[in-house]
């Protein structure tokens, strides 16, 4: 189960962070770290000495542009978040998080993604919105910035000890069990991207004033958990609605 979650960094500015994560990381039994767009350089006498000795994750963590091309082939992807937004997501405690990770991780092929954002502002409305969920630390309210490497080992130590209680045959049965064969994050993009392309050939949505249209449809879809096999019909109904309003598919 460890081997199949993904700690996702964005924007890090500072390399002692991200060998702090790596320390909190290795500490819990989790390897598989991706950087997106990191503000730093990321192999540096800081680092790797903050890493204690975790500093081979500092050398396989792989950098990405972009949040997408760090969770495309991620089943499940969950922001951390500090604070409300103005549009409401699925929320969950660590500790709920962690009763879902055995069910989630099942499928050999899933994988699950844990999305911290900058140490200064976070994660961006944009990012966590690309999030099947969001999970927030129940801090002090009147102290509750925490830094980066120890918000990684909060959700790292509730996903060692929910599988430490699903070897100890201590985990309750799930009461559903998610498909082994769900959409992965990025043939979800290409459906929204689907999706919004024909909502604009058909004059149903304006981009000019998208009131969070968008963003709605992307918390229904998300919030579903749509299979492959779902992703293709739905898709498939998009081709058939731009075909009978003559709508041209963008060419490849």
């Not at 770290?33 to 800081?46: F, G, N, S």
């Not at 502002?121 to 002090?140: D, F, K, M, W």
């Not at 918390?219 to 709508?247: C, D, F, H, Q, V």
Request: include cysteine.
């Amino acid at each position: 189960m460890l081997e199949r979650i993904r700690i996702v960094l964005i924007g890090t500015s500072h390399p002692g962070n991200i060998g702090g994560v790596a320390r909190a990381m290795h500490n819990m039994g989790l390897a598989d770290l991706a950087l997106v767009a990191p503000r730093c350089e990321v192999i540096t006498q800081d680092s790797i000495s903050r890493a204690s000795g975790a500093d081979h994750l500092l050398h396989q963590a792989k950098v990405h542009a972009t949040l997408e091309d760090a969770v495309a082939d991620c089943t499940l992807a969950v922001g951390a978040s500090a604070r409300s937004r103005t549009l409401p997501w699925p929320m969950l405690s660590p500790r709920e998080l962690a009763d879902r990770l055995p069910t989630e991780c099942q499928a050999a092929d899933a994988r699950v993604a844990l999305v911290f954002g900058r140490e200064d502002s976070g994660l961006t409305n944009a990012e966590l919105q690309r999030c099947h969920a969001h999970v927030h630390i129940p801090t002090n309210a009147d102290f509750s910035s925490l830094n980066l490497a120890a918000a990684v080992q909060v959700l790292a130590y509730e996903c060692r000890m929910s599988w430490l209680n699903q070897a100890d045959g201590q985990a309750d049965a799930p009461a559903t069990v998610p498909s082994d064969d769900l959409a992965t994050h990025a043939e979800l993009e290409r459906y929204f991207e689907h999706l919004e392309r024909t909502l604009i050939g058909i004059d149903f949505h304006d981009p000019d004033q998208p009131r969070q249209l968008m963003a709605r449809l992307r918390r229904l879809y998300l919030r579903a958990r749509p299979e492959r096999m779902e992703m293709n019909i739905l898709r498939g109904i998009l081709s058939a609605t731009e075909k009978a309003a003559n709508i041209k598919p963008p060419k490849p």
